[in-house]
Structures are given as C-alpha cells and as structure tokens.
C-alpha cells in the first residue's frame, strides 16, 4: 500500500513558479512510476508528467512540456514538480499518482490533490 501527500500548491501570477511535492510512505514506492495529474472544474483528469522509477525516464504532456519538470528522490521518497512560466490554463488540482502503469495510465495510488490557480 502507498499513501501519497501533496504540498506546495497556491496562487501565482502568469509567468510565475510554483513547485509541487509529494510525499510516499510506503515500501514498494520506489519500485513504481510515478506522476502528476490535473483537473479543471468542469473538465476531466488529465496527464500532466511521469518519472519512471529510478528517476531516468521522464514524459510530459505536449501542454507542459519546456515549462514543467518532474523529478524524484526515491532516497526521500519524495516526487517533485517544478512549474514555471506559469499561464492561467494551467490553474486546476493537482494530483499525484504512482502505480505500476505507464506514462499516461493513471496508476492506482493517488494524493488528495492540491490547488494550483494562475492568476492572469
């Protein structure tokens, strides 16, 4: 069993930074692709980046990419998610998400979610 916990998230302005963390506990974390999803209201859950489970691998969705950075510290078992040049699209709930899918699939662990809002 893995429980995942976000922080990090809050109010920035268009062209800002944020940086989102997500804290493991479990054992079997460091053995699993890990990731972040986002929901818009009104809108369903989508990709945003995964990292495989020794941190080597990384993908992003097309929306991101060049703006957003995930990266890992299994030593920690801790997931991270820098996101800079900020735009007001990007404002939903962000959700990690670790399991033993691929890049894309929504694994089977999630976080509560933290809210992430750009302001215009």
């Known amino acids: 069993q893995v429980q995942l916990v976000e922080s990090g998230g809050g109010l920035a302005q268009a062209g800002g930074s944020l940086r989102l963390s997500c804290a493991a506990s479990g054992r079997t974390f460091t053995s699993y692709l890990a990731g972040w999803f986002r929901q818009a209201p009104g809108k369903e859950r989508e990709f945003v980046a995964a990292i495989s489970s020794g941190g080597i691998n990384t993908y992003y969705a097309d929306s991101v990419k060049g703006r957003f950075t995930i990266s890992r510290d299994n030593a920690k078992n801790m997931v991270y998610l820098q996101m800079n040049s900020l735009k007001p699209e990007d404002t939903a709930v962000y959700y990690c998400?670790?399991?033993?899918?691929?890049?894309?699939?929504?694994?089977?662990?999630w976080g509560q979610g933290t809210q992430v809002t750009v302001s215009s």
């Open positions: 998400n670790a399991g033993q899918g691929r890049a894309g699939v929504k694994g089977a662990y």
